[in-house]
């Protein structure tokens, strides 16, 4: 498989789609023999794969089988959930703790993991997983879905599960673009096959999944992250990292020189719907500085809530009658008093906040719409 190339599989059973990719890919001629495998899937919270938010187990299942049957037999599961979960509920939420006791793979916590720091260039240092950077060859398992903060999460941010929860903090405290692309000169997985079984177009949580019914596989990240925005009706300019990884020579975004073959019948692919531009809507009532993943979505999906109980214009309401009329969220706010509303322990020197590290989805829903009804 060249670095130009992008194989999209059709169907509905992962572990025969995940053989068929590897198939067409003809991995077994990138991978050194004994080589030790990395599988990192995306497993951000503890949910089952049919939410939108994780990588389907099978998937792992059908790569590991088919290398087995081509003479590779050291394999690893590796995954940091993000801050706010922990990777080893992530792992039996969404039966890859089965999974590893049916196949005999070993699961890693990197959440666990001890770290050490990596020149990115551009006078950035970023902490990576020991266990991530011994592995022999990686392949990386993301999910194509949409994401809260950055629009589009694929291969190039999937990285960010090997790294330690204080680092994944400090990215947020950074801007995220820059360091995600800076990070994929570090980490360098030889292989990517990408879920968009049922990926969330909206919410990197899931929630509400999209049965897109196709998997994806490249080598170059940036190939295929472009890949996911089109396919998702984005531009990739709105996705920063997406650029700025190509300027940083991780690879190419360049999908006129792409050579995209397909397997399994696209005509019967589902059709996307377009991109609703809901998170975008809703972001708009946020004052966002530095704020964490866990934190942030706990939010949009209060706010999401609050829009299916149809009360978003008397929160907009009570918001216009506060000073800063958007609700507070992120570090750059820990310590200051805010004369409005607040979201997480960071923003709770708000007038009115709702604490926690990061505070549950449910209990900000709860707050938002006491906030909304006056009750």
């Not at 080893?88 to 050490?116: E, H, T």
Request: glycine share 10%; with cysteine; proline share 4%.
């Amino acid at each position: 498989m060249q670095r130009n190339e992008l194989i999209v599989v059709h169907g509905t059973n992962p572990a025969a789609m995940a053989k068929e990719a590897l198939a067409a890919a003809k991995i077994e001629e990138i991978i050194p023999k004994g080589a030790l495998i990395a599988l990192k899937p995306n497993l951000v919270v503890s949910k089952d794969a049919s939410s939108g938010a994780v990588t389907h187990p099978e998937i792992v299942e059908g790569i590991v089988e088919y290398l087995r049957g081509k003479g590779y037999s050291r394999f690893v599961v590796m995954e940091g959930s993000w801050v706010g979960d922990r990777t080893s509920r992530a792992f039996g939420a969404a039966g890859y703790r089965d999974l590893s006791a049916r196949i005999g793979v070993p699961l890693v916590d990197l959440q666990s993991d001890n770290w050490k720091r990596y020149d990115a260039g551009g006078g950035l240092k970023v902490a990576v997983c020991d266990q991530a950077m011994a592995a022999d060859f990686m392949i990386n398992l993301p999910v194509i879905k949409g994401h809260c903060q950055t629009t589009v999460t694929c291969a190039l941010k999937n990285l960010k599960g090997c790294m330690s929860d204080d680092e994944k903090s400090r990215f947020h405290s950074l801007g995220l673009h820059e360091p995600i692309a800076r990070l994929n000169r570090v980490l360098k997985p030889g292989f990517i096959l990408a879920d968009g079984i049922c990926g969330d177009l909206d919410f990197e949580e899931g929630g509400n999944p999209v049965q897109m019914n196709r998997m994806v596989a490249a080598i170059d990240p940036v190939l295929m992250d472009a890949y996911a925005c089109r396919l998702m009706g984005h531009d990739i300019e709105d996705v920063p990292y997406i650029g700025l990884a190509e300027e940083y020579g991780v690879g190419s975004a360049d999908l006129s020189a792409a050579k995209i073959t397909e397997i399994g019948d696209s005509k019967s692919a589902p059709a996307l719907p377009p991109r609703s531009g809901r998170v975008k809507a809703l972001a708009s009532r946020v004052n966002e500085k530095s704020a964490c993943s866990a934190c942030y979505a706990a939010l949009i999906h209060g706010l999401a809530r609050l829009d299916e109980r149809g009360l978003l214009k008397r929160l907009d309401a009570v918001l216009g009658a506060k000073h800063e009329k958007r609700i507070a969220i992120g570090r750059d706010f820990k310590g200051q008093a805010y004369d409005g509303v607040g979201c997480g322990l960071c923003a709770s020197g708000a007038a009115t906040a709702i604490k926690g590290c990061p505070p549950d989805g449910a209990a900000v829903a709860e707050f938002l719409e006491k906030l909304a009804t006056g009750r």
